[in-house]
T-cell receptor, first 115, second 115 residues
Framework: AQKVTQAQTEISVVEKEDVTLDCVYE???????LFWYKQPPSGELVFLIR??????QNEISGRYSWNFQKSTSSFNFTITASQVVDSAVYFC????????????FGAGTRLAVHP | EAGVAQSPRYKIIEKRQSVAFWCNPI?????LYWYQQILGQGPKLLIQ????????DSQLPKDRFSAERLKGVDSTLKIQPAKLEDSAVYLC?????????????FGPGTRLTVL
């Protein structure tokens, strides 16, 4: 079965703190894709990153970084020096399942960054 | 480049009424998706179109939900008759290619409340 688990329901931090959002996935496929999306209060899902199962290199984009570890089936997301504008719900998703482009989402982690 | 457009943004109806949502994907995107997002959960795929053909509707409650994508561009999702449990945000997404790896870009969603 394919599944994505985001164990942290809500996280609250003070501005400038670093924060890591956890994502654990389950799949029997050898080829798959992992995604992170941000959902601000406006409701639109904003694409952040896509990672394929063959590429375990970590990635950094500004204050955002992602740690993909196939050995532990995890794809964690770290925000460095958080800002109030980072407040949103963040979703991890598993893609490339079943021959089509279906995304399986986790339940999301709500991040609140306080000034 | 314009993003995915959806309308209406909000809809309130009584149970047993019917409702329709409209989506216009990113220009040139071959694949279109409808997701249902219940409060506090991640989005769940309802139906996926490739051009104007359905490739996955396994999780669409076909006794009350229907969707079409005429001419392979715009799409309409209909619920008839609505139930209380249909209260959710309905998200439309599109992706550019026809492969299993394409990134999906989401619209702002339609928030449906069924009273």
């Amino acid at each position: 079965a394919q599944k994505v688990t985001q164990a942290q329901t809500e996280i609250s931090v003070v501005e400038k703190e670093d924060v890591t959002l956890d994502c654990v996935y389950e799949t029997r496929d050898t080829t798959y894709y992992l995604f992170w999306y941000k959902q601000p209060p406006s409701g639109e899902l904003v694409f952040l990153i896509r990672r394929n199962s063959f590429d375990e290199q970590n990635e950094i984009s500004g204050r955002y970084s992602w740690n993909f570890q196939k050995s532990t089936s995890s794809f964690n997301f770290t925000i460095t020096a958080s800002q109030v504008v980072d407040s949103a719900v963040y979703f991890c998703a598993l893609g490339g399942q079943g021959g089509y482009n279906k995304l399986i989402f986790g339940a999301g982690t709500r991040l609140a960054v306080h000034p | 480049e314009a993003g995915v457009a959806q309308s209406p943004r909000y809809k309130i109806i009584e149970k047993r009424q019917s409702v329709a949502f409209w989506c216009n994907p990113i220009s040139g995107h071959a694949t279109l998706y409808w997701y249902q997002q219940i409060l506090g959960q991640g989005p769940k795929l309802l139906i996926q179109f490739q051009n104007n053909g359905v490739v996955d509707d396994s999780q669409l409650p076909k006794d009350r939900f229907s969707a079409e994508r005429l001419k392979g561009v715009d799409s309409t999702l209909k619920i008839q008759p609505a139930k209380l449990e249909d209260s959710a945000v309905y998200l439309c997404a599109s992706s550019g290619g026809q492969g299993r790896t394409d990134t999906q870009y989401f619209g702002p969603g339609t928030r449906l409340t069924v009273l």
